[in-house]
């Protein structure tokens, strides 16, 4: 899985802002890159986290409900790619494809139950 971190607090380009259509043409491309290499298994962009609902869980107690992301950081969780890949290399040469200037990917193994079949 990619996990992709950035900025929220960036100027980030809205339908109808010059260079919209350029930028998403490249996620786009991107995509299709990995969907006709036989990578693509899911990808979403997530909305802000200030549309966060978090659940803070200890045990024995009713979960605490709080608004907002686990933790402030200077970077948020904005999005993933579940991808297939034949090991970490590969993954992280799909990753460098990904249309971005800035924010950070983090890559980690999907944890597959082997008794999932």
């Known amino acids: 899985m ?11 380009l809205a339908p109808g802002d010059p ?3 350029e930028d998403m043409g490249a996620w786009f491309a991107y995509n299709q890159s990995l969907i006709e290499g036989g990578h693509w298994v899911s990808g979403a962009n997530l909305a802000p986290t200030s549309s966060a609902t978090t659940l803070r869980l200890t045990s024995g107690q ?6 907002g992301p686990f933790a402030e950081t200077k970077e948020q969780f904005g ?5 297939s890949a034949e090991n970490l290399d ?3 040469e799909l990753a ?3 249309p971005m200037d ?10 597959f139950r ?3 079949g």
């Open 2 to 12: 990619i996990l992709i971190h950035g900025d929220e607090s960036s100027p980030r």
């Open 19 to 21: 260079g919209f259509d």
């Open 62 to 67: 009713a979960p605490e409900i709080v608004d």
């Open 79 to 83: 999005g993933y790619y579940l991808i």
């Open 90 to 92: 590969e993954a992280i």
């Open 96 to 98: 460098k494809k990904l």
């Open 102 to 111: 800035s924010g950070s990917l983090e890559i980690r193994p999907v944890a």
């Open 114 to 116: 082997p008794d999932a």
